[in-house]
Structures are given as C-alpha cells and as structure tokens.
T-cell receptor, first 112, second 115 residues
Framework: KQEVTQIPAALSVPEGENLVLNCSFT??????LQWFRQDPGKGLTSLLL?????REQTSGRLNASLDKSSGRSTLYIAASQPGDSATYLC???????????FGAGTRLTVKP | GAVVSQHPSWVICKSGTSVKIECRSL??????MFWYRQFPKQSLMLMAT?????????EQGVEKDKFLINHASLTLSTLTVTSAHPEDSSFYIC???????????FGDGTRLSIL
C-alpha cells in the first residue's frame, strides 16, 4: 500500500526566503505526483502535476521535481510571500484507478 | 475546463439525520469519482472509488452501509451519510477523472457538522 510522507509538518519563514518542501512515497510505481495548496477550511487548489515520465514542472515561482527511483518529490517556492501561507499537500497517483494517496501536508507560514 | 462542483458546501444537522452530498463534473464525463474525508489538521483519506454504473469500492475501515455512494451517471455521484453522528463531522471532498489514469479534479468540499 502506498504511503506518502511530508517533511516538515510545519515551516515558518520570513518573507522573501526560498524554501523547499519534501514529499516521499514508498511505492515507485506511480502514474503521477501532484502538489496542492489548501487554505484553512477550503478545498484543494492544484499547483503542479508531474507525470511519471517527467522530472519536473514549473509554474511561476513554483518548481516541483520528481525522482521515482528514490521515491521523492520536492516543491521549491522562490521568493516566498505572505500570501503563500497555506498547507501544501502532495499526492501520489497509483493503482488501476489512479487512486491518489495524500501526505499529511506541510503547514507553511510566511511572515511579513 | 474540468470543473467539479460539490453541493452543499456546508451543512449542519442533528444527530440521526441522513445527509446527501452531490458531486458533479460540469464540463466532462467522469467515468470515475472519488470520495475523501479530512478531519481537522489531518490529510485527505480516500473513502471510496466509484465507477459509473457499478458498485463503489470502499477503503478498508469505511462502512459501506454508513456511507452510501451512488454513481448513476457520468456527471453525478452522491455520498449519503446515513444516521449521522457527531463523529461523522468532517470535511468531505470529491474528485472526478477521465478514463486512462488522468489527473483528478477536485470539488471545493463539504463541511459537515453533526450536532
């Protein structure tokens, strides 16, 4: 069964810092890996989707990488802003229905 | 494109009530829909996977008689929490996908509070 772990559980940084969020998964047979943002009490906002054949995806200040062999993905956020404060979830898509298994998330706080 | 609508967004009801949550794919036909539950400060846990026209597949530990899932059309799946109790209070999120292991598209979630 796929297990997804995110480290750290919480992170607080001053505005302007570059930061890296980590995600690891136990089963490398994934179809894709996706990073989401979740604001308190809200649904999920998809940030980046990396297909299993890809190594990375970029969108604005965000860059996500995928290393299937080591079971790891990272989300890099450049020049962080207070508006980036949220919980970031990674999810690995596996199985016949592309079942998504989520990590517990990293709660990010960017201080002005 | 690929919009998923979930309704209602928030519901408060008394213990013992049954509550139905709808999940609709607005601009595509979803062969597969997924239901997740999220307790406060925890991650999303997959409850069940439903394929149009067939019975849902429930994850271990999820009571199928408690959480009734119907996926009667390619654009609508419903989750009914039967005889809800306070411990069923949670955030329920659905997602839908096209065939062929395509990415899932998520609804905005339903916050269920049982008094």
């Amino acid at each position: 069964k796929q297990e997804v772990t995110q480290i750290p559980a919480a992170l607080s940084v001053p505005e302007g810092e570059n930061l890296v969020l980590n995600c690891s998964f136990t089963d490398s047979a994934i179809y894709n890996l996706q990073w989401f943002r979740q604001d308190p009490g809200k649904g999920l906002t998809s940030l980046l989707l990396i297909q299993s054949s890809q190594r990375e995806q970029t969108s604005g200040r965000l860059n996500a990488s995928l290393d299937k062999s080591s079971g790891r993905s990272t989300l890099y956020i450049a020049a962080s802003q207070p508006g980036d404060s949220a919980t970031y979830l990674c999810a690995a898509g596996t199985g016949g229905n592309n079942d998504m298994r989520f990590g517990a998330g990293t709660r990010l706080t960017v201080k002005p | 494109g690929a919009v998923v609508s979930q309704h209602p967004s928030w519901v408060i009801c008394k213990s013992g009530t049954s509550v139905k949550i709808e999940c609709r794919s607005l601009d595509f036909q979803a062969t597969t829909m997924f239901w997740y539950r999220q307790f406060p400060k925890q991650s999303l846990m997959l409850m069940a996977t439903s394929n149009e026209g067939s019975k849902a597949t429930y994850e271990q530990g999820v009571e199928k008689d408690k959480f009734l899932i119907n996926h009667a059309s390619l654009t609508l799946s419903t989750l009914t929490v039967t005889s809800a109790h306070p411990e069923d209070s949670s955030f329920y999120i659905c997602s839908a996908s096209l065939p062929g292991n395509q990415p899932q598209h998520f609804g905005d979630g339903t916050r269920l509070s049982i008094l």
